[in-house]
Structures are given as structure tokens and as C-alpha cells.
């Protein structure tokens, strides 16, 4: 089967930078996606690693190391926008079939 | 933009009642999604299309079914609403590739 594991909350000041790690285990690897939803909105896609390293967009970067089955979604300059709920999730197969972990909370404070 | 819309944003059932959710995406997308969210749980996959009237059921599809007669609409039937689903019913859709669209989202209510 598959399986992620994430922190279920991380505080963070504003301006800082937060990392929030996703461990995942899984027979067939198609690749780490993160995505962000804010309380009562709709989940977004932020980000999609199928190689190792480092993918960068804007404040958002996203990192995968597929020996160690881990990634982490790295926040810089935090923006009081940015509190909101982060889950990293696996392709399963060629279906767009995705897994979702349990989601992280962040809260960014003043 | 891709636009995913949801029929309700809030929903309130009795138990018992037949239950649609109806899902529309316009662009052309062959996978449509439907998840339930739970606090503390994250998001789980219901049912899934991939194609018109091509269903795989997900991780927890116990007192749901799925229609798919057309490729923008993607339906979830609760047969007999039970008060363990009330919850958040996001719905989703993409290409062949890995990221999904949502929708806004019901949230219903089982009574």
C-alpha cells in the first residue's frame, strides 16, 4: 500500500523561513506533489517532484530525495497568507490517482 | 481558468434520504475525483473516474456510489445519508497528469 506521514502543525513567524517534511512509503514511486488549502477553500497544487532535488517556485520550494522516501515543502519569507493547511501526496499509478497524507498545519504569526 | 464547481456549498439531509453531489469541470479532464475531509484525517478518495461511465471505487467507498454519463459531470449518490457522513465533499478533476483541480466544496450535513 501507500502512505505518507506529516507533521499534523508548525508555527512559524512571519518572514521567516519553515520547512514541513513528508516521509512516504510506497511499492511504485511516480513522483511527491504538494498542495495548500486554505480553512474553508479549496486544496491548490503548488508543487510536483519526480526527481531528486530541489524544485523552486517563487517563495515555494519543493525537495525529494527518493532514496530516504522523503520530501519537504520549504516556505521562505512567510506571509501572514501563507497559515493554512499544506499535504504532500503520491501518484498512484497513470490513473491521476492521488494519496494524500494527513495535511500540516501552518500558523504563521506577527 | 479551470473551473470546477460543486452544486451546493452547504447541505442539510435526513437521515435516510437519497443524497446527490453533483460535480461539473469544463475542461475537458478525463479523471474525476471525489473525496471526503475530515478533521484530523486529510483527504480521502471516495470514488474515481477515468473515463465516461468508468468508475474504480477509492479507499472508502462503503455507502456511496458514483455516475459518470457525461465527461464534465461526475455525480456522488449516498443511497441511505447516515449521519457518519456528514462531512466536507470536495470534488477534483485532471488530465493524466498529477495535478488536480477542486472544487469549493460541500459540506453536508447528516441530521
Known amino acids: 500500500g501507500q502512505s505518507l506521514e506529516q507533521p499534523s502543525e508548525v508555527t512559524a513567524v512571519e518572514g521567516a523561513i519553515v520547512q514541513i517534511n513528508c516521509t512516504y512509503q510506497?511499492?511504485?514511486?511516480?513522483?511527491l506533489s504538494w498542495y495548500q488549502q486554505h480553512d474553508g477553500g479549496a486544496p491548490t497544487f503548488l508543487s510536483y517532484?519526480?526527481?531528486?532535488g530541489l524544485e523552486e517556485t517563487g517563495r515555494f520550494s519543493s525537495f525529494l530525495s527518493r532514496s530516504d522516501s522523503y520530501g519537504y515543502l520549504l516556505l521562505q519569507e512567510l506571509q501572514m497568507k501563507d497559515s493554512a493547511s499544506y499535504f504532500c501526496a503520491l501518484p498512484s499509478g497513470n490513473t491521476g490517482k492521488l494519496i494524500f497524507g494527513q495535511g500540516t498545519t501552518l500558523q504563521v504569526k506577527p | 481558468d479551470v473551473k470546477v464547481t460543486q452544486s451546493s456549498r452547504y447541505l442539510v439531509k435526513r437521515t435516510g434520504e437519497k443524497v446527490f453531489l453533483e460535480c461539473v469541470q469544463d475542461m475537458d479532464h478525463e479523471n474525476m475525483f471525489w473525496y471526503r475531509q475530515d478533521p484530523g484525517l486529510g483527504l480521502r478518495l471516495i470514488y474515481f473516474?477515468?473515463?465516461?461511465?468508468?468508475?474504480e471505487k477509492g479507499d472508502i467507498p462503503e455507502g456511496y456510489s458514483v455516475s459518470r454519463e457525461k465527461k464534465e459531470r461526475f455525480s456522488l449518490i449516498l443511497e441511505s445519508a447516515s449521519t457518519n457522513q456528514t462531512s466536507m465533499y470536495l470534488c477534483a478533476s485532471s488530465w493524466s497528469g498529477n495535478e488536480q483541480f477542486f472544487g469549493p466544496g460541500t459540506r453536508l450535513t447528516v441530521l
Open positions: 510506497t511499492s511504485g514511486f511516480y513522483g
Open positions: 473516474s477515468y473515463d465516461v461511465k468508468m468508475k
Open positions: 517532484n519526480a526527481l531528486d
